[in-house]
């Protein structure tokens, strides 16, 4: 009998992380799936009760300016998401190529650790200053037509930075808008890494 | 089933192989093109290295230099574009157009080449980034068959050996069915895409990026004319003709704004103001 139970107990203790998904991202959905361009990538949320945030994430004291708190919407026009309606943008937009998730940061930030299906378009390739903007546009989908953009086959973006307290996504839209990206087909998730590491999200490196 | 989310540090790496091919094969790219350019040097004699590499690559080069042929075909205006190569440009009325002047240097990157030698370190890594932001977009959207740009037509076509009338046929199809945006000053006077121009204005940009201290003290002046456009002329031809490069077919443009709405828009016979430069 004490055999027994002892048995069962250690079943239990051996089988239980296989079983385990105690941490679901809402009550009916335990991950995300979506295949873009061939690859499938998974987004769920960290399942060891002991993960804490770690380095980067973990400072609150960042001097302002530059790390200021961003309002909730990044221009007129430009909707914000939160985490569901980023996974949702993936699956809806991503996945079928009419949109992209656009990690705004700069390369050594994102080399670090992104959200899974995004992309890096530092902000500062996207201001005018790039000589090679153009080409950014053109393969956003949009056509050149003597000095103006018609942006009719253009891609949606949904853009994110580290978070709320920084600005490198809201200025990457604020210069989209500027060269005449329509609003409508830009999306700010002002959360940005920060909120994402903290709901323990997958993250993935490039 | 299910894969269990992995913590912030060991996020799987999933394209981490794919990642380093690609990389290796960008550098071996960038190495045999480059290879081939430097021994193709008047400088570096007639020195041909033995090597497969060139072998390879050297249709590719033979061609860039038929387009500079073809483009140049008149030996005195050669000769001054010739001069005018690697020159900063002489005070102009007007800037070299970006759009023109960044899309030759975008195909050689495609190619493998870094024409951004004497390029500030800025603009290097805007143009590093711009690049693998390009590649990204075509990876992520599966398009890489639709978004196609004139840049990558044309990278793709010299990466196959094509000849210069494939290219000008391959580049025109893709304009007229509206695939591909057509920088103004590169549309002939008869609505073509003047693709002995472009090509002409690429093999510049190489040659600047090979030989950036064999800059000229000086380059012929050029005297301030009239020209009179020809059949299937484009702006950014006449440019290169007369300045040696066409992106200053803005200064052309800005000196006849009066008589063009659009850099597209001049026709044969039509006199254009040459600014003197």
């Keep these: ?206 | 089933m299910f894969q269990s989310a992995k913590s912030f540090t060991n996020a799987p790496i999933l394209k981490g192989n794919d990642a380093m091919i690609r990389s290796i094969l960008i550098a071996a790219g960038f190495l045999s093109v480059t290879i081939v350019l430097v021994a193709l040097q008047p400088s570096s004699g007639s020195g041909r290295f033995d090597d497969t590499a060139v072998t390879r690559n050297e249709t590719d080069l033979t061609r860039l230099n038929n387009a500079v042929s073809a483009a140049q075909s008149q030996p005195q205006v050669a000769a001054a574009a010739q001069a005018a190569i690697s020159q900063t440009p002489p005070a102009p009325k007007a800037q070299p157009d970006m759009f023109l002047k960044g899309m030759p240097t975008g195909v050689l990157s495609e190619l493998g080449i870094d024409a951004g030698q004497k390029a500030d370190p800025a603009e290097k890594r805007m143009r590093d980034m711009t690049a693998g932001i390009l590649a990204d977009i075509r990876s992520t959207s599966g398009k890489a068959q639709n978004a196609r740009t004139l840049q990558t037509l044309v990278a793709q076509a010299l990466r196959e050996g094509q000849s210069d009338s494939y290219i000008d046929t391959l580049l025109n199809e893709a304009a007229a069915k509206g695939d591909v945006a057509v920088p103004a000053a590169l549309v002939t006077s008869s609505g073509r895409v003047d693709t002995s121009t472009l090509l002409a204005s690429i093999v510049t940009e190489a040659r600047k990026s090979q030989s950036p201290q064999s800059a000229p003290e000086q380059r012929p002046a050029v005297q301030a004319q009239t020209y009179v456009v020809r059949e299937d002329e484009s702006l950014g031809g006449i440019a290169q003709r007369i300045y040696g490069d066409a992106a200053f077919y803005t200064t052309i443009f800005q000196a006849n704004r009066s008589a063009l709405n659009s850099p597209d828009q001049i026709r044969p016979g039509q006199r254009l103001i040459i600014p003197a430069g």
């Design chain 1, 1 to 206: 009998m004490r055999c027994l139970s002892g048995c069962l107990f250690a079943l239990t203790l051996f089988s239980a992380p296989a079983l385990a998904q105690d941490v679901m991202i809402t009550p009916e959905l335990t991950a995300k799936q979506v295949t873009i361009n061939g690859e499938t990538i998974t987004i769920a949320r960290e399942q060891n009760p002991d993960a804490r945030i770690s380095d980067e994430f973990a400072k609150t004291a960042r001097a302002c300016p530059p790390f200021c708190v961003h309002p909730m919407s990044a221009g007129t026009g430009v909707e914000t998401l939160g985490e569901l309606e980023v996974m949702d943008f993936l699956e809806a937009r991503v996945a079928n190529g009419k949109g992209l998730l656009i990690d705004s940061r700069l390369p050594e930030w994102f080399e670090k650790g992104s959200i899974p299906g995004a992309i890096n378009v530092p902000f500062a390739t996207v201001e005018d200053s790039n000589p090679y903007r153009d080409q950014i546009l053109e393969a956003l989908g949009a056509v050149k037509l003597g000095e103006s953009w018609n942006y009719d086959g253009a891609m949606e973006l949904a853009l994110f930075c580290n978070g709320a307290w920084c600005d490198q996504s809201p200025r990457a839209i604020q210069s989209l808008m500027s060269a005449g990206y329509p609003a409508a087909k830009l999306k700010y998730y002002r959360g940005g890494m920060q909120s994402w590491v903290s709901l323990g999200l997958t993250v993935k490196k490039p």
